[in-house]
């Protein structure tokens, strides 16, 4: 993960877009320093105020939380930053989503476009063709749909699967699928998701 940093610290076009805004630049890092290092997030503030976006929890701070591609895709679905205007805010139902291998770069690349067009769908990162990181599993509960009186009452959300069956298998597919679907709130067994008031 270091490989990306070091690209970037030596790409002089990036730079020279960095200093037109003379000093009053918003960036944002993804990742922890394990994705990009301390050295490269002190050179980007030069060039103005850098935020990284990290899963990091600030209230268990006796814990570093780790951190990986995994956890930093749901974290940056999660945040918002009033300031520069970024992030996706989705801690709740009625929402869209990509999901991709993280192997499968060609189709992280091709998904970009759903993050800002129609449903507007963060990219949430899988590590397996066969099965759900138990991180991502909890964000897709945590933000199910679910109604009291009738499922006509929405919200819904969509998750766009990126990449053949190779690379996202059928029956991760459907477990998407499962755990995404609008779901009883009366159900006693029924104890994630949320509404639209919620």
């Not at 270091?2 to 960036?27: D, E, T, W, Y």
């Not at 945040?79 to 996706?88: A, H, L, S, T, Y």
């Not at 192997?103 to 992280?108: E, L, P, R």
């Not at 990181?133 to 199910?144: G, I, Q």
Request: charged content about 15%.
């Amino acid at each position: 993960m270091a490989r990306p940093s070091s690209v970037f610290i030596n790409c002089s076009a990036s730079f020279a877009a960095l200093k037109r805004r003379m000093g009053h630049a918003q960036i944002y890092v993804w990742g922890g320093p394990d994705q990009v290092s301390p050295a490269v997030v002190q050179e980007l503030s030069k060039y103005g105020m850098v935020t990284r976006i990290t899963n990091d929890d600030q209230v268990a701070f006796n814990t570093p939380a780790k951190n990986d591609p995994i956890s930093a895709s749901i974290a940056f679905a999660k945040m918002w930053d009033p300031m520069g205007m970024v992030g996706f805010d989705i801690t709740g139902p009625g929402h869209g989503f990509t999901l991709v291998n993280i192997n499968d770069w060609q189709g992280a690349v091709a998904s970009a476009p759903l993050s800002h067009m129609g449903f507007h769908s963060p990219l949430i990162l899988t590590d397996s063709e066969k099965a759900l990181p138990a991180a991502v599993e909890n964000y897709f509960k945590m933000v199910a749909p679910t109604f009291t009186t009738t499922p006509a009452q929405g919200p819904y959300n969509m998750t766009y699967i990126v990449g053949n069956y190779q690379k996202i298998s059928w029956p991760e597919q459907v477990r998407v699928d499962n755990i995404s679907e609008m779901a009883n709130r009366r159900v006693w067994s029924q104890n994630t998701g949320g509404m639209y008031n919620n």
